[in-house]
């Protein structure tokens, strides 16, 4: 099982069904929900979502609602997700100190949005989080947990936030909800939580760890790029990632180098924190991946074809068949189609035909490689006798 990840979606809907965003619920290696740590399960919920799954296929152009730790509120994480797509909802257990308000303060100013999860009229509710009422757009209530007589005999602090009732089990529900003034639905009369089960794509901790201290170091750019070549996994969740949020970073790259120099240290050394968050804690014995030793093998046999063929091939051929590689991992094994990487990549022409058609020398390595690859080494010699490359 715990080769598999699995994450939860449950949609959010407005009075005309329409649906406005989906809240995505943590689940564990068995798709159980058991939360022992509330900051794993919040990273956990990023990974899956954004490294591996990706927002196209899973929540598109709507709003994610995510389930948020104070802690996480405290580091820089939040500044590499783009505000437009998020929702981060602010549980009710949550502990909140004055680092935490400053927080939620700063980045609601730069456009974040904030939800309360389980709202309440309780007034220990109010003390808690009553100095961020300024700052939430959304409150949720639970309609099992909350006196629907206290919105009419009490005064309404939630009257200037858009309210979403959740656990709505009948359609009275919805209805008296309605009355009230809630614009917004959640709960099994709309639609179950419906499980998403994924193949586990995941990088070693340790692996993570290494080029996180290289960054601490303040490692040279070339010595963090050469480092990502080693971790080919690694590379794969950081093209999903940013192919999810900021597809600008990507659009018309040529090299992995390239795609690392624009998101930039400040902000990979905070994507690499969320994976660290999204390990600690977990029980699971942290094995190589059968799917990285796959990857770090085709790359390391197209670039192993590319010194055969050309010896003194440039720093570009090589950083070409190395991007040549991870796009058809992607493909391969995050099921991406070529097509729609091309709508957001707009790679080079050699690299588009390489890819597609297996023209010129960059394609036919990589047709030679699937060869390979097959244990047909009989047609990868055909592609490569050319270039005077034997079986042997």
């Known amino acids: 099982m715990h080769n598999n990840l699995h994450l939860a979606r449950q949609p959010i809907?407005?009075?005309?069904?329409?649906?406005?965003?989906?809240?995505?619920?943590?689940?564990?290696?068995?798709g159980e929900c058991v939360i022992d740590d509330p900051r794993?399960?919040?990273?956990?919920?990023?990974?899956?979502?954004?490294?591996?799954?990706?927002?196209?296929?899973?929540?598109?152009?709507?709003?994610?609602?995510?389930?948020?730790?104070?802690?996480?509120?405290l580091t820089d994480i939040l500044r590499t997700l783009p505000k437009e797509k998020?929702?981060?909802?602010?549980?009710a257990s949550m502990k909140p100190n004055p680092r935490?308000?400053?927080?939620?303060?700063?980045?609601?100013?730069?456009?974040?949005?904030?939800?309360?999860d389980n709202a309440?009229?309780?007034?220990?509710?109010?003390?808690?989080?009553?100095?961020?009422?300024?700052?939430?757009?959304?409150?949720?209530?639970?309609?099992?947990?909350?006196?629907?007589?206290?919105?009419?005999?009490?005064?309404?602090?939630?009257?200037?936030?858009?309210?979403?009732?959740?656990?709505?089990?009948?359609?009275?529900?919805?209805e008296a909800y309605e009355a009230l003034g809630f614009e917004y639905f959640q709960g099994f009369y709309f639609a179950h939580a419906h499980l998403i089960t994924r193949r586990r794509i995941d990088p070693q901790y340790m692996d993570v760890m290494s080029i996180f201290s290289l960054l601490q170091q303040d490692a040279t750019m070339e010595d963090i790029c050469d480092a990502f070549k080693e971790q080919s996994i690694l590379t794969l969740q950081l093209f999903q990632f940013l192919r999810s949020v900021h597809p600008e970073y990507i659009d018309g790259i040529n090299s992995v180098r390239e795609m690392i120099e624009r998101f930039g240290k400040n902000a990979l050394m905070q994507w690499l924190l969320l994976l660290i968050y999204s390990k600690s804690g977990t029980k699971a014995i942290d094995e190589k991946n059968s799917h990285a030793v796959f990857a770090q093998n085709r790359v390391n046999t197209m670039l192993s074809l590319m010194y055969k063929i050309t010896p003194d091939c440039t720093d570009k051929q090589l950083e070409n068949i190395h991007l040549i590689a991870m796009l058809s991992l992607l493909e391969g094994l995050l099921n991406i189609p070529m097509e729609a990487l091309f709508q957001t990549l707009h790679p080079s022409e050699e690299i588009e035909d390489a890819l597609l058609t297996h023209r010129g020398v960059l394609g036919r390595i990589y047709a030679a490689t699937l060869k390979i690859e097959s244990g047909d080494l009989n047609g990868a010699t055909i592609l490569l006798k050319s270039f005077g490359i034997t079986p042997d």
Do not use: C, W
């Open 13 to 30: 809907l407005d009075r005309n069904d329409t649906i406005i965003g989906y809240e995505f619920f943590y689940r564990n290696m068995f």
């Open 40 to 73: 794993h399960a919040t990273a956990s919920v990023l990974v899956n979502l954004l490294n591996q799954i990706g927002s196209e296929s899973s929540f598109g152009e709507i709003s994610a609602f995510i389930n948020t730790d104070g802690p996480l509120l």
């Open 86 to 91: 998020f929702v981060f909802e602010l549980s």
């Open 100 to 116: 935490i308000y400053d927080a939620i303060r700063y980045y609601h100013s730069l456009g974040y949005r904030f939800a309360l």
């Open 120 to 174: 309440s009229f309780h007034p220990e509710y109010f003390d808690t989080f009553a100095p961020l009422f300024p700052f939430i757009e959304f409150a949720k209530f639970d309609v099992n947990q909350t006196d629907i007589e206290q919105f009419n005999y009490l005064p309404n602090p939630y009257g200037q936030m858009k309210l979403i009732a959740q656990k709505v089990e009948f359609y009275e529900m919805e």
